[in-house]
């Protein structure tokens, strides 16, 4: 299984991006698909998942400015990013639990692609 992760660039603060997954065969072999971001010093934090189902979750940070969707034709899923400040500056990284998996998280052990970097300047 790949997760390809896509769509990071340098954009000024108040500006927009779109990330990018695209995993080969169908999304829908993941209980849960999210994006997690990791900033530089910082750990590695859930940005906002969706689950199979279409139930979505979003960091508090993020809620209002970001919307996680998918197309499930093009095995793919996004993560549309509005009002971009400095602070929303990291590796992005697209992660997915398997079904087998029985969960509704992902874990380190689960999927994970490469990272995407986004940076904001003020």
């Known amino acids: 299984v790949q997760l390809q992760a896509s769509g990071g660039g340098l954009v000024q603060a108040g500006g927009s991006l779109r990330l990018s997954c695209t995993t080969s065969?169908?999304?829908?072999?993941?209980?849960?698909m999210g994006w997690y971001r990791q900033a530089p010093g910082k750990q590695r934090d859930m940005v906002a998942s969706i689950t199979s189902g279409g139930g979505t979750n979003y960091a508090d940070s993020v809620k209002g400015r970001f919307i996680i969707s998918r197309d499930a034709a093009k095995n793919t899923v996004y993560l549309q990013m509005n009002s971009l400040t400095p602070s929303d500056t990291g590796v992005y990284y697209c992660?997915?639990?398997?079904?087998?998996?029985?969960?509704?998280?992902?874990?380190?052990?689960?999927?994970w692609g490469q990272g995407t970097l986004v940076t904001v300047s003020s």
């Open positions: 992660a997915a639990a398997p079904g087998y998996s029985g969960r509704y998280y992902v874990s380190d052990d689960d999927y």
């Open positions: 065969g169908s999304i829908f072999r993941f209980n849960v």
